[in-house]
């Protein structure tokens, strides 16, 4: 059997982030061959993975990257909040959304992507996974991108610069000042955060929502007695105040709490010199629709102490 030394396992654990006796065991089984030891260590981590995958992972970190007058949102789960302030997960998000800015556009293709030499993103999170503890997933992600103009960003409960709890993505089209623009468009993404609509405009709801829409206000404004004429126009005034809810350009900036978006953009165009289009918005909010299982804490310690 080779020797074995602490300066072997060392370098294993540095090359591998695998625990001391795990470690110690590759090298053993594998009679000092560091690159077998590897191998070794990264298949008894797909092993672990594939235990993990069916752990709900619903906390982790959204992380945006912008070059230009392009911008990716990605957003990258994991079962606890204390893995989203792990320096090794945080490198490893920020270089994700990176890769999702240059290389991908569905979050098929940013699995399948370059991570580095001989290794794609999803490889490099499984690894992660074995080296962590914890069940990860890569989510979501999505680009916006304009000929003229900029895109701007918001992230709100940052850890780290671009990496938190929820992010946003707005794309403004414009000949006007850049600098401006993009100082509009954090404004218009603060907003987006905090107001949390729905579609960009009346023209974006879904048809069969707004017509499910109709008829239950139809239906309340009959159930008040009210004439059929009289209900029409109630309908009407009603699914005014649910486009001032849903849509983007209907809603009240948050800010002054009195300019509607769409005469804000407007009033803007004069300030930056040139009309504004605001082509898109993107929200990602952390574990968003992501059903979270109760567990018992105490007895899940208690299975792995005893296990």
Do not use: W
Not at 147 to 173: D, F, Q, R
Request: charged share 30%.
């Amino acid at each position: 059997m080779a020797d074995i030394t602490a300066a072997m396992v060392k370098e294993l654990r540095e090359k591998t982030g695998a625990g001391m006796m795990d470690a110690k065991k590759a090298l053993v089984e594998n009679s000092g061959d560091m690159d077998a030891s590897i191998d070794f260590l990264r298949t008894k981590g797909l092993a672990k993975a594939e235990k993990k995958a069916n752990r709900t992972a619903a906390e982790g970190l959204v992380a945006i990257t912008i070059d230009g007058p392009c911008g990716a949102l990605v957003e990258i789960n994991a079962e606890t909040d204390f893995v989203a302030r792990n320096e090794q997960f945080q490198e490893f998000v920020g270089k994700v959304s990176n890769i999702a800015l240059k290389q991908a556009d569905t979050i098929e293709s940013l699995a399948s992507s370059d991570y580095e030499a001989g290794k794609n993103v999803q490889n490099a999170l499984t690894d992660l996974i074995s080296t962590i503890g914890e069940n990860m997933s890569l989510r979501r992600m999505t680009k916006l991108q304009v000929e003229k103009g900029v895109v701007s960003s918001y992230m709100h409960g940052a850890l780290v610069p671009n990496m938190g709890k929820i992010g946003v993505l707005v794309a403004l089209e414009s000949d006007g000042d850049t600098e401006k623009l993009t100082a509009l468009g954090k404004q218009l993404a603060m907003h987006i955060a905090a107001a949390f609509p729905q579609c960009l405009d009346k023209e974006s709801i879904d048809q069969d929502i707004l017509n499910r829409e109709r008829d239950v206000l139809k239906e309340q404004a009959k159930a008040e007695g009210k004439p059929e004429e009289i209900a029409v126009k109630m309908v009407e005034g009603r699914l005014r105040k649910y486009y001032e809810e849903v849509c983007l350009m209907e809603q009240i900036f948050v800010v002054d709490g009195e300019t509607k978006i769409s005469k804000l953009l407007e009033n803007a165009a004069a300030d930056v010199g040139a009309p504004i289009q605001l082509k898109a918005y993107a929200r990602f909010q952390l574990g968003e629709g992501i059903e979270k299982e109760e567990g018992d804490f105490a007895a899940e310690v208690a299975a792995a102490v005893n296990g």
